[in-house]
């Protein structure tokens, strides 16, 4: 099976930073707009429901959790999204 050229490899890598851009800015939102609609900074939702609200997949709502926990922006517990950093968060958006 031969190998995709360099230069599609970069279209491929072009695509999905496009694509993974967009979702920290939706992921961002609705995070920020589901905690002022409950009044809490703590979300209880399964990343599958985050994901049917943004129009995602769950796993690219899992790996995107987990890099906002990596830069501190949230902290993650079964069941329960935790906002620490708000003003990281909207200037994602």
Do not use: C, Y
Not at 9 to 38: C, N, P, S, V, Y
Not at 46 to 71: C, G, N, W
Not at 85 to 92: A, E, F, R, S
Request: charge should be positive; avoid cysteine.
């Amino acid at each position: 099976m031969p190998h995709p050229s360099p230069t599609k490899m970069g279209k491929m890598w072009a695509m999905q930073q496009i694509m993974f851009k967009g979702l920290d800015r939706r992921l961002a939102e609705f995070l920020l707009a589901e905690a002022e609609r409950t009044g809490s900074d703590t979300i209880r939702m399964t990343h599958e429901q985050i994901a049917q609200h943004i129009s995602s997949a769950r796993e690219a709502v899992a790996r995107m959790l987990k890099s906002f926990s990596e830069d501190g922006l949230v902290e993650l517990k079964r069941g329960a999204i935790t906002l620490r950093d708000t003003g990281g968060l909207n200037h994602l958006k």
